[in-house]
Structures are given as C-alpha cells and as structure tokens.
C-alpha cells in the first residue's frame, strides 16, 4: 500500500502551461507539504497544510496555488509555467509537526519546462 | 538566519565506516532529522535527535551536540546500497511545521 502518492511522475509542457500535481496520503495524517528539490539537489519546503488550513506559504511566487480539499489530499496548481519551475516537487505527510514526528514523501514529481 | 552545512561528496569503501558530518547556525534549537534519499527517488527518515548524545539504529547512528551546532551521521559496514544522499534537516524553532534542509551529502561506495 502507497502512505503518500503523487501523480503524475513526470511531467513535460511547454512554458506558459498551466499544470497541476496531485497528492494523496492514507496515513491519517493531519499535515501535509510541498516540497521544491532543484537541479543541485537542494530541497526546500514551499507550502504546508495542518486540516485544510494553510500554515506554512513560503516566498513562493503567486502562480503557485496549493489546494486541499481535505487532510488526505493535498494538490499543487501552478499557473503560466517558466523554465525555472522545471525541478522534482515533493508531498510529504506528518501525524504532528513537533518533536521526531517524520515526515513521510511521496515518490516526487519531476517537472520539465520547455 | 538558518543555515545548514555539509560535505558535497563522500567515498567510502564496502565494509568501511563513514561518518557524515553536519553543522547548523539557527536562532534557536528545536530537533534535528537526517534522511536518506536514493538517486531519482524520495527521502526516507533515518533518525531524530533532539537531545545531546548519540542515538544508535543497526549499522547506522546518529550524534548531537547542540552546544557546538554538530551532528553526524554514522555508517558502519557499508554496503553498496548505502550510496545515496544523506540530508540534513533541522526543525525551525519558530515554525515546527518546518523543515530546513541542507544541501546533502552525496555517498558514492565502492566495492
């Protein structure tokens, strides 16, 4: 059974696009997040979601609009795609956001802008 | 700020030990969090400390010393699976929702 599912995989479109990615959990978690993995392999949280409420929006541009319809789900639309958008983009689930509480990924969405 | 750093690149050879260290400066302290992450695939935990010391899980351990901004991470008898990416992460102590990466340490090992 998957914890944490995104799909697509792999994505490829051509600038100006507008795309989404969807992600699922079925740990029962009540948190969720977005996470950005560039080219140099630097990861970085964008976005995260305690019950459907946004807690973490970090300086990430508008065209990025996360939407959660509810805890389990956890979707990322972007809007007029450019070149620097092109990177692995990770969900991730936790039960809490405190003490050892992991953090469980997804298998990643690998985004190329053309 | 928070800052987070860590050796780029590691080699080791099969059945060696590797310890992969990585130092933090952040404004406060609230859990520190390594992870592994394979080529082309998703980081998984490893361990969580929080308290100075060293926690050990089978072949791998992890140690902590809040007082020098220090931990590593330790591999014994490394196998060629264990070629990854080793990533550091520390809980930001303003926002425990969040996690600060560093930028990994890449493990090559060798037979």
């Known amino acids: 059974d998957t914890a944490v599912s995104q799909t697509p995989k792999y994505l490829v479109t051509q600038m100006g696009n507008d795309k989404s990615i969807k992600c699922e959990q079925n740990?029962?978690?009540?948190?969720m997040y977005w996470y950005k993995q560039d080219s140099k392999k630097f990861l970085k949280i964008m976005f995260s979601?305690?019950?459907?409420?946004?807690?973490i929006n970090e300086t990430v541009p508008n065209r990025f609009s996360p939407k959660s319809p509810d805890k389990a789900h956890l979707n990322l639309h972007i809007n007029s795609l450019e070149l620097g958008d092109s990177a692995v983009y990770f969900c991730?689930?936790?039960?809490?956001?405190?003490?050892?509480?992991?953090?469980?990924f997804g298998p990643g969405t690998r985004l190329t802008v053309t | 700020g928070q800052n987070i750093d860590q050796p780029t690149e590691m080699t080791a050879t099969e059945g060696a030990i590797v310890q992969i260290n990585c130092t933090y400066q952040?404004?406060?302290?609230?859990?520190l969090f390594w992870y592994q992450q394979h080529a082309g695939e998703a980081p998984t935990f490893l361990s969580y400390?929080?308290?100075?010391g060293l926690e050990e899980k089978g072949r791998f351990s992890s140690f902590l010393s809040r007082s020098k901004g220090y931990s590593y991470l330790l591999l014994k008898e490394l196998q060629m699976k264990d070629s990854a990416s080793y990533l550091c992460?520390?809980?930001?102590?303003?926002?425990?929702?969040?996690?600060?990466f560093g930028t990994g340490t890449r493990l090559q090992v060798f037979p």
């Open positions: 991730a689930s936790s039960q809490a956001s405190s003490g050892g509480s992991e953090q469980y």
């Open positions: 740990l029962g978690h009540d948190t």
């Open positions: 979601y305690n019950n459907k409420e946004l807690i």
């Open positions: 952040t404004s406060g302290f609230n859990g």
């Open positions: 400390n929080v308290l100075d």
């Open positions: 992460a520390v809980r930001d102590p303003w926002n425990t929702d969040k996690l600060i």
